[in-house]
């Protein structure tokens, strides 16, 4: 991959009732070129609509991709991964980082409410299935809208120089925790 092709990496520090979200754009490079923030609600469904609008704060049409660390923010405020890379017309990967059986029935089980309950639950299913993928001898898991699950894997690891977490994205829950500290006075 060509050094300056750029990604933006989305995560997300919780505390409280709302959670922060930064957004970094990063060089395969490795060079951060961008920071972007924005907040969603713990236990909405706002994520989605928060991480474009970290997208559009940075107004950077340079960025080629969108990775987004997982698909449940702050307690289970479910990305929608579709809608995001139509509304950004960008391919959308979202990363995580252990092995799971799936969320739809730990989504089921936190929400009383059977309207709140079926919208994350549907929302959850509409995503793409995570493909396991190495990086670096250990295994991330990734959902890709926008592009065939091989270039996705050349993605990921063309942003990953070292470990298993993709550089815009270790970056990102860095500047996340880092804002939510600011805002909540630490």
Known sequence: MKPGVRALGV?????????TLAGVVVRASRTVDGLSFSTCTVGGT?????????????????V?????????????????LRRLATELDRPV???TFEASDGLADDIGAA??????????VETYRRQPGRDPTTVNGETVYVRT???DPDAARDVVRAFTPEGGRPEPLRV???????GDALRRGR
């Open 11 to 19: 995560a997300e520090s919780t505390r409280g009732e709302t959670s």
């Open 46 to 62: 706002d994520a989605t609509d928060a991480i474009v609008e970290v997208y559009d704060r940075l107004d950077r049409e340079d």
């Open 64 to 80: 080629r991709y969108v990775l987004v660390a997982g698909i449940a923010l702050a307690w289970y405020n479910v990305v929608d």
């Open 93 to 95: 990967l979202s990363v």
């Open 111 to 120: 929400f009383d409410d059977e309207a709140e309950r079926a919208e994350r």
């Open 145 to 147: 809208v926008g592009m």
């Open 172 to 178: 990102a829950r860095f500047a996340a925790r880092a």
